[in-house]
Nanobody, 117 residues
């Protein structure tokens, strides 16, 4: 059973950076992509950034140039480095796992990011 544990959320002021991390366990020789999604109050969950096991990345237009996703395959972690945060980035951020071998999709429990002055 795959488990995802996020950390690093918090309260920051506009313009400040923040780094989220997600520890992945139970992957058992799977091939998988990892991603960060977010959901703001009253809005649908949206993809923020994703990265394949080969290192290919994808970003939402709203975060390009500000956010970077990193993956450490040896440690089975994925991180999201966020800079120039603004109040529109306030949301619950979720770590996401997608198996390429049909072993399912998994979500972390979410971590709150609040950007406010």
């Amino acid at each position: 059973q795959v488990q995802l544990e996020e950390s690093g959320g918090g309260y920051v002021q506009p313009g400040e950076p923040l780094r989220l991390s997600c520890a992945v366990s139970g992957t058992s020789s799977d091939s998988f992509s990892l991603a960060w999604y977010r959901q703001a109050p009253g809005k649908q969950r949206e993809l923020v950034a994703g990265i394949t096991d080969g290192g290919s990345t994808v970003y939402a237009e709203s975060v390009k140039g500000r956010f970077s996703i990193y993956r450490d395959n040896a440690k089975n972690t994925v991180s999201l480095q966020m800079s120039s945060l603004n109040p529109e980035d306030t949301a619950v951020y979720y770590c996401h796992y997608l198996s390429h071998l049909g072993r399912g999709i998994y979500w972390g429990q979410g971590t709150q990011v609040t950007v406010s002055s």
